[in-house]
């Protein structure tokens, strides 16, 4: 499985990259605190896979990164190939890029 650093989501997004941010938490967890991506919590990820993207990168996110690794062995199965973990998810981010982030 494809994985990517804090570090690397934050080039991509500084660099106005072209790739879809996918985040696999609840809807309370994402008012909590998130990163812009579109909200797909994991238990419907099947359901809505049409609205990720096959034509360009996704990088998929969730809390710690386990329940975006979860999401992306689903998608494989459909085919998808262009998907990439978020190593540690947002608790990775508050503790390395942005500090002031309300986690849970």
Known sequence: MNEITVQELKEKLDNGEDFQLIDV???F???TSNLGGQLIPLGGILIEADKISKDKPVVVMC???KRSAAAIM???Q???TNLSNLQGGILAWAAEIDPTLNVY
Request: charged share 40%; proline share 0%; glycine share 14%.
């Open 25 to 27: 938490r609840e809807d």
């Open 29 to 31: 967890e994402y008012e």
């Open 63 to 65: 809390r710690s990164g």
């Open 74 to 76: 689903q998608l494989q």
């Open 78 to 80: 459909l085919g998808y």
